[in-house]
């Protein structure tokens, strides 16, 4: 085939572009900083988040803050499940859309339930113009990542890859084990429960969707959701 | 030697950096950039130690590519995503084509990707009938004037909200407005229709990962995302010194990213991707396809001299501290990456004496160096692109004039005799000041030029030494 | 200390009073200041524009002089020249007979600024300028030489002087050598904005310990008729 043709020569011209060898990096002039340090040695240089749940609950509150996604630290699955059903009402929410195959199924299946809307379930496949019709679609997660307010999904956790960004509201139902210190932390996390077998789709979530495109105006909703609701407990 | 390309630089840039207009709203924008970007660096623990850590990551990616690459390669296939190589534009667009026809699409919807721009892959896409709809607000927003893309990050950067509610009423038919949220509304609006419908998405890449064989897509709309969970076909055009080596590089690279390119802690979406739809999962595309883009990447990776240009994680830091880019925009520069790592790589990529006049409207002022996360040597590299340029192909009167200076500068006796004669020449300058017998012409059009003085520092210096050796009072 | 000082071309023929200053301001403090009439220009010009084998041609002999020159350090007022001593003259020979004495002149030159400050440990020196001054700083001085607090701290204690900064200090001015002339368009419309930011500050004057960006600037200030003066560092260290 023609196209591993190109494979082989592409492959070739690097090989024999490589066998002069580059200069180290930052040496022009300067020395380098430090020699090279495994992922664990970034957090040293990343943002410092501080020991502990409650520092790191409170880090995330801030950044959602910042973010101007909803964060929400509440006592138990009963009232997450009561703060749902009250955030469907102040929004008056139609239908929703939410998935039951994920680690928490059989919880995520009752809280969203209890709302008593039709809706989708994205189990075992779905419409995708039914999903455009929901108000709102609720996922689980495999992580909120303190240092950057961020939530991590990937399609075989959160219900898919449309799930988590079609809708215009996206509540994310975690708990407060699911919470990590910082990003190295985070890669940590879906290397030890994902290698070998990683899902088609990983994704950080940090804030409901923006543009800036606009003179530089910052503008919520551009396509993906213009809300993002995290209920942990 | 004036190339057709330098010619419409120098025009075009001369027009812009004239345009007062254009001066005030770029430096809008870009001083709320430098105030987020500020305080997101300062979040950092150590961002000097980041970018080392950053640099050293990429410079061990593109100094073992070919490992990498095949790594990168065989980790996808693994998962039934088909990967295709191709060394020139032509070929990338065939791919592409090809995988399209076969998939008996119809509409196509994309997502932010520069390689496709260098191998104007829109152009081709309609041309063979189909229909391509940009998806990122800016680059639809631009696709709509018919314009490339003004900023690598920010493609619409150079418009006003009045000139887009024209431009959206002109071409969508909608409600003029000056409210960046209606009208934001108004695209959204219309592009939701076309995820939903389209058969194939395009995206492009910020990264490689051969560790895991994912790539990783940056952005803050969602559009990628839409791009990449509801279309059927997915294709990823990816240039080859994408690739990192490990998936944890990530915790390093998309933090710098967002804070050297928007002054955020993190984009919005961060988003890796590895394979079509599997076994268990409810959507994705059905097939998946990463196209692998050489075009001359392999040409500037066997300079070693300026090989970390490939380290480049096209933030668009540089661009946004250029003093040049600022002042000349985004569309002067006439090819698809502009300033200054633009300027660095464009004569690599698309020939060294078409495109050096990019490397020499720079005051070399390193700003561009200060600011990239990844410690490209950007401003040297200026240099040296102007070295290697005039090696190769020297301009005769230029290089004789420095021949001539050189030749005084080492006879100072000589120098000092005609010094005298500068002086009577300026005396008589104001004749001509400014107009076209000016031979100082270039900066007396604009700027006045000081007079050389009546006692140059060695006329006086000498004063100082014969009065000392005199034993007499200096004046 | 035995200091020699190196004077730029564009220095030596059209502001000479910045060199004279730099002498009266070293031996003010006590050193003698030595200057070889036979070194013009340290070859940035030739450099800047690719033709590096004219530019040796003109730096050989500086380096040459420099490096059989006893003093204890080669002083410059200006961070365009410094840095091409300190910085460049090793990419410009390496490979030549001269690499190594390039590189050793490099390490023995110092910019105006950082000698008194970081090798001589001095931020007084006795100066009086009542003034109200804002400071630019010269792109290589700033990036290539890391020159940026030492003018500030000396400016601090002059007499009677008030420092305010200018928004985007660190913004280049726009000469850039041969760039001046050759994108003209470009480098006003920098000289400009830069104009603009130090008007904005209400100084008197504005400072810089590079004579090129002064000309530059002054040259755009003068056209436009704006009353500010531009001055070199090393004038106002020597005022009393």
Redesign the interface.
């Known amino acids: 085939m023609s196209?591993?043709g190109?494979?082989e020569?592409?492959?070739r011209?690097?090989?024999?572009?490589?066998t002069?060898?580059?200069?180290?990096?930052?040496s022009?002039g300067h020395k380098?900083?430090?020699?090279?340090?495994p992922?664990e040695?970034?957090a040293?240089?990343?943002?410092?988040v501080g020991a502990g749940f409650d520092a790191q609950a409170d880090l995330f509150a801030r950044?959602s803050v910042q973010l101007k996604s909803t964060f929400h630290l509440l006592e138990s699955e009963a009232a997450a499940a009561q703060k749902l059903a009250e955030i469907a009402l102040a929004e008056s929410w139609k239908r929703v859309a939410a998935?039951s195959d994920g680690a928490n199924g059989p919880s995520t299946r009752a809280m969203v339930s209890a709302l008593k809307l039709p809706g989708v379930w994205?189990?075992?496949?779905?419409n995708?113009?039914e999903m455009?019709s929901c108000d709102a679609g609720v996922s689980e997660c495999d992580a909120l990542v303190a240092?950057?307010?961020?939530v991590l999904v990937t399609?075989?956790s959160a219900?898919?890859?449309?799930l988590s960004?079609?809708p215009p509201h996206h509540v994310v139902l975690a708990h407060r084990e699911q919470l990590v210190a910082?990003?190295?932390d985070?890669?940590?996390l879906?290397?030890r429960k994902y290698s070998g077998k990683?899902?088609?789709?990983?994704?950080?979530?940090?804030?409901?969707?923006?543009?800036?495109?606009?003179?530089?105006?910052l503008?919520l909703?551009?396509?993906?959701?213009k809300k993002l609701t995290i209920l942990c407990w | 030697m004036a190339t057709g390309s330098s010619q419409q630089f120098?025009t075009d840039?001369?027009r812009v950096?004239?345009d007062l207009r254009h001066?005030g709203?770029i430096?809008?924008?870009l001083s709320?950039?430098e105030t987020s970007r500020d305080l997101q660096k300062s979040?950092?623990?150590?961002?000097?130690?980041?970018?080392?850590?950053a640099?050293?990551?990429?410079?061990?990616a593109?100094?073992?590519?070919?490992q990498y690459?095949?790594e990168f390669?065989s980790k996808l296939e693994a998962?039934g995503t088909k990967v295709?190589?191709?060394?020139t534009p032509e070929?990338a667009r065939e791919?592409i084509l090809g995988i399209i026809r076969e998939a008996g699409a119809r509409s196509i919807i994309k997502s932010k990707a520069m390689t496709a721009e260098e191998i104007h892959l829109n152009e081709a896409l309609e041309k063979a009938g189909y229909s391509v709809v940009e998806?990122?607000?800016?680059e639809y927003?631009v696709q709509l004037r018919n314009e490339a893309p003004y900023h690598i990050v920010?493609?619409?950067?150079h418009?006003?909200?009045g000139e887009?509610s024209a431009l959206f009423t002109e071409k969508l038919g909608s409600a003029p407005t000056e409210n960046?949220?209606d009208?934001?509304?108004i695209?959204?609006n219309i592009?939701?229709d076309k995820?939903?419908s389209a058969d194939v998405g395009i995206t492009g890449a910020n990264f490689g990962v051969a560790e895991?064989g994912?790539i990783s897509i940056t952005e803050?709309?969602?559009?990628a995302?839409?791009t990449?969970?509801?279309p059927r076909v997915m294709i990823t055009l990816m240039g080859?010194e994408k690739i990192v080596a490990?998936?944890?590089?990530?915790?390093?690279f998309?933090?710098m990213l967002a804070t050297a390119g928007?002054g955020q802690?993190?984009?919005?979406?961060?988003?890796?991707?590895?394979?079509?739809?599997?076994q268990?999962?409810?959507?994705?595309p059905e097939q998946?396809h990463v196209v692998?883009l050489?075009n001359s990447r392999?040409h500037l990776?066997?300079d070693?001299?300026q090989?970390?240009a490939l380290?480049c994680i096209r933030c668009g830091a540089c661009l946004n501290v250029c003093?040049?880019y600022r002042?000349?925009g985004g569309h002067s520069y006439g090819t698809t990456y502009s300033g200054p790592v633009g300027s660095v790589i464009t004569p690599h990529l698309r020939g060294l004496q078409e495109w050096k006049h990019l490397s020499?409207?720079?005051?070399?002022?390193?700003?561009c160096?200060?600011a990239c996360p990844?410690?490209i040597?950007l401003h040297?590299h200026l240099?040296q692109n102007?070295?290697?340029?005039?090696?190769q192909k020297?301009v005769r009167w230029?290089?004789m004039a420095?021949?001539a200076?050189?030749f005084?500068?080492?006879r100072?006796a000589l120098?000092r005799a005609l010094?005298p004669f500068?002086r009577l020449a300026q005396k008589f300058q104001w004749i001509v000041k400014g107009g076209p017998l000016d031979p100082a012409r270039?900066?007396t059009?604009?700027?006045?030029?000081?007079?050389?003085?009546t006692?140059?520092?060695?006329?006086?210096?000498?004063a100082?030494k014969r009065a000392a050796s005199s034993k007499e009072p200096v004046q | 200390m035995k200091v020699t000082l190196f004077?730029p071309?564009f220095?030596?023929?059209?502001?000479?009073?910045a060199?004279?200053s730099i002498?009266s301001v070293l031996e003010r403090l006590g050193h003698t200041v030595n200057?070889h009439?036979?070194l013009?220009?340290c070859g940035q010009?030739?450099?800047?524009?690719?033709?590096?084998d004219?530019?040796r041609?003109?730096a050989g002999?500086v380096v040459e002089t420099l490096a059989a020159d006893s003093a204890d350090a080669i002083v410059i007022g200006s961070g365009s020249c410094g840095a091409m001593l300190k910085v460049f003259y090793g990419?410009l020979f390496a490979g030549t007979p001269l690499a190594s004495a390039a590189v050793a002149v490099g390490k023995r030159t110092w910019e105006f600024s950082d000698f008194l400050v970081t090798k001589l440990g001095v931020t007084d020196v006795g100066a009086r300028f009542p003034a109200k001054v804002t400071f630019h700083d010269g792109?290589?001085g700033?990036?290539?030489l890391k020159v940026k607090q030492q003018p500030r701290r000396l400016l601090e204690h002059v007499q009677g002087l008030e420092l305010v900064e200018m928004r985007d200090s660190?913004?280049?001015c726009?000469?850039?050598?041969t760039?001046?002339?050759?994108?003209?368009?470009?480098?006003?419309?920098?000289?400009e904005?830069k104009c603009a930011a130090a008007v904005q500050t209400e100084a008197e004057y504005i400072v810089s310990n590079d004579s090129s960006c002064l000309?530059?600037i002054?040259?755009?200030l003068?056209?436009q008729g704006k009353p500010l003066k531009t001055m070199h560092l090393a004038e106002v260290l020597a005022h009393q």
């Not at chain 2, 006692?455 to 000498?462: A, G, I, M, N, V």
């Not at chain 3, 220095?11 to 009073?17: A, G, H, I, K, R």
């Not at chain 3, 010009?45 to 590096?52: K, M, R």
């Open positions: 196209e591993n190109e494979r020569k592409i492959l011209r690097i090989r024999e572009a490589l002069n060898p580059a200069p180290q990096p930052g022009h380098p900083h430090s020699t090279a340090v992922v040695g970034f040293h240089w990343l943002p410092a950044n998935h994205t189990d075992t496949g779905y995708v113009h455009e240092q950057t307010g961020s399609s075989r219900g898919g890859r449309a960004v079609l910082d990003l190295p985070a890669f940590a879906l290397e990683y899902p088609s789709f990983i994704g950080f979530i940090t804030g409901p969707s923006r543009t800036g495109d606009i003179e530089r105006i503008v909703g551009a396509h993906g959701p | 120098k840039s001369k950096a004239g001066r709203l430096q809008t924008a709320k950039y979040a950092f623990q150590d961002w000097q130690g980041a970018r080392q850590a640099a050293e990551r990429k410079w061990d593109i100094n073992h590519l070919d690459l095949v390669a998962r295709h190589w191709a060394t070929q791919i998806s990122d607000l800016g927003i920010f493609p619409a950067m418009l006003t909200r887009i960046p949220e009208l934001t509304m695209a959204r592009l939701r995820y939903i895991t994912m803050n709309e969602g559009n995302r839409l990449a969970a509801l080859i490990k998936l944890s590089d990530l915790a390093l998309l933090p928007a802690s993190l984009t919005g979406y961060n988003s890796m991707y590895g394979g079509p739809r599997m268990g999962e409810c959507d994705g998946y692998l050489d392999t990776l066997a070693p001299e090989r970390d380290h003093p040049i002042n000349v020499q409207a720079s005051s070399l002022c390193g700003a160096t200060e990844v410690k040597d040297h240099l102007r070295r290697n340029a005039m090696a020297p230029e290089k420095f021949h200076f050189g005084l500068a080492n100072p120098l010094i500068g270039a900066w059009e604009t700027r006045d030029l000081p007079p050389i003085a006692k140059t520092f060695t006329d006086q210096w000498r100082k | 004077v071309c220095m030596n023929t059209m502001y000479p009073q060199g004279m002498v200057f009439e036979d013009f220009c010009p030739a450099f800047n524009a690719g033709y590096w004219e530019a041609k003109v002999p990419d792109c290589h700033l990036r290539e660190e913004t280049c726009g000469f850039g050598g760039f001046s002339a050759k994108f003209p368009a470009i480098s006003t419309a920098m000289g904005v000309m530059q002054q040259g755009l003068d056209r």
